[in-house]
């Protein structure tokens, strides 16, 4: 059934498990994440993107996501991954999204607040919470608080005590990090690694300013996995050598910390290309979508019942 986000998150935070926020584009995205977490008995968070609205029209993405609804037992909330402004917040909040996501963390500290604080103002009279983001995702950068030292403000990490204020002044009901992470397939170079004193730090801020165990979100968690980057360059892809994810034992220590809500994008798309470029390199002759669609579907299926099982530990809840 379609489950509000704020009891998939009350459950998670109790249940001390991470929700998989998978990122959905098309139906065959959506039926691999929903067949695996049906068999995995797994609570899901499906997010739309902007992008994903402009590329699939946000009403064939609702129909879909209804049918996925009304064909499984699991339960599912429907996420606004990255919202840029009120006005697309408040269509998915119309549309009956049961979270969205504004990300004005690219603003100052004050404009950020106010962004957010209208958005929740609409939100929570609308029956949906609302995930802010402060700091910036830009990658592993020297930052003091990577030497375990005091927490740099100026930077584009989250630092603790503004998390607090952050949470108190804008009334998110979630809040977004940034702790060396980023979004896609290049996420470190050499040594770098997620600064997870600091989500601990952060974490401890907010529960010291009397804000409870506050659910904290991972964005750009995908491990980009070395055998999925090695199918598509043998099927004729172009991959760099340096790609690099976050290694999925870090995931687990976030889980452990307390990040309630992992966000994985980039895997399922490496998931689907390497299946789709085998079976074009092994098929020439091929020409019905359902032949190469088919394997990217369940491609994507195993991994995301892996995510579920192995790293979030959300299977079975
Ligand atoms: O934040 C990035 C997510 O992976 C969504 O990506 O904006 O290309 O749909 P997108
Ligand atoms: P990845 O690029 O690591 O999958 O991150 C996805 C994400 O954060 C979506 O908001
Ligand atoms: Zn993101």
Redesign the pocket.
């Known amino acids: 059934p379609l489950t509000h986000t704020k009891d998939l998150f009350a459950k998670a935070l109790k249940g001390k498990y991470a929700l998989g926020a998978f990122?959905v584009?098309n139906m065959e995205l959506l039926q691999a994440i929903i067949e695996a977490c049906e068999e995995e008995k797994a609570p899901v968070m499906l997010q739309i993107?902007?992008?994903?609205r402009q590329y699939a029209n946000p009403v064939y993405l609702k129909k879909l996501i209804e049918a996925a609804v009304s064909l499984s037992n699991i339960p599912i909330a429907v996420h606004l991954?990255?919202g840029d402004s009120f006005e697309l917040c408040k269509e998915c909040i119309d549309e009956g999204f049961t979270s969205v996501m504004i990300d004005a963390s690219h603003d100052p500290f004050e404009k950020n607040v106010e962004t957010c604080r209208k958005v929740v103002e609409y939100a929570h009279k609308h029956n949906c919470v609302v995930e802010g983001e402060l700091g910036m995702l830009v990658g592993a950068q020297h930052d003091d608080g990577e030497e375990g030292g005091a927490y740099s403000k100026g930077g584009a990490y989250t630092h603790p005590e503004e998390a607090v204020q952050f949470v108190k002044q804008s009334g998110v009901d979630s809040l977004a990090v940034a702790i060396g992470n980023s979004?896609g397939a290049y996420k470190f170079k050499g040594e770098q690694h997620l600064d997870l004193e600091r989500l601990k730090a952060i974490k401890k801020a907010l529960m010291d300013a009397g804000l409870g165990d506050y659910p904290l979100v991972l964005?750009g968690a995908s491990s980009v996995p070395k055998d999925l980057v090695t199918e598509i360059n043998k099927y004729g892809g172009k991959m760099g050598e340096e790609t690099a994810g976050v290694p999925e034992a870090d995931i687990e220590i976030a889980r452990r910390v307390g990040c309630t809500k992992v966000?994985i994008?980039?895997d399922l798309r490496l998931a689907m290309t390497a299946a789709i470029r085998k079976a074009f390199f092994e098929n020439p002759k091929e020409f019905d979508p359902r032949k190469y669609m088919g394997p990217a579907r369940t491609k994507v299926k195993d991994l995301v019942r892996h995510k579920v099982r192995n790293v979030l530990c959300c299977a079975g809840h």
């Open positions: 990122n584009n993107s902007k992008g994903a991954d990255h979004h964005h966000n994008d980039t």
